[in-house]
């Protein structure tokens, strides 16, 4: 929470419901130490090259990552295109491994179907999919995509 700057207002101007929360790992490509690992240790990261992704997902989102990674002593690359599915195709190119959000594996079949996902344990970050709304008059379309949402999310485990 404390990564977004909207979480500072979120309580008097928004109403807003966590749906998903994924935890960040990293999509290691054939060849790469971390290939064929389930997991690795934060420490691990000391000195590993890993592409991260930009602003394309949302400034919080990408600054916050790249700063954990840093602090974790990973050593982040920084590409011309910095969306998730680019760098799938980035670590495939390069043999860099490429930081995973968590929510493009749908796209990794197509795009990247050799790259390994490796969880990362420890600390960690992990990224939330939030349905935001400013509260006004309710209009029934809307509210009724609301409630859906809402109880799906509920729903899960």
């Known amino acids: 929470d404390e990564l977004s700057p909207i979480n500072a207002v979120r309580g008097a101007e928004f109403e807003a419901r ?3 929360t994924r ?3 990293l999509l290691a490509p054939p060849g790469h130490p971390f290939f064929g690992r389930a997991r690795v240790a934060e420490a691990e ?3 590993v090259r ?7 997902h949302g400034g919080p989102l990408a600054s916050g990552v790249g700063r954990w990674l840093a602090e974790v002593g990973a050593e ?3 590409a011309g295109e910095s969306d998730a599915i680019s760098l799938m195709r980035l670590a495939l190119r390069t043999g860099v491994a490429a930081v995973d959000i968590g929510w493009f594996e749908m796209a990794r079949p197509a795009v990247g179907p050799s790259l390994a996902t490796v969880a990362i344990e420890g600390r960690g970050v992990s990224t939330d999919l939030v349905m935001i709304r400013r509260p006004r008059a309710p209009r029934p379309l809307a509210e009724r995509f609301w409630s ?4 799906r999310a509920e729903a899960r485990p």
């Open 76 to 78: 982040t690359v920084r």
């Open 50 to 56: 890993v592409a991260v992704v930009g602003r394309v």
């Open 148 to 151: 859906f949402a809402t109880a």
């Open 45 to 47: 990261l000391k000195g």
């Open 23 to 25: 935890r960040v790992g």
């Open 18 to 20: 966590v749906l998903a």
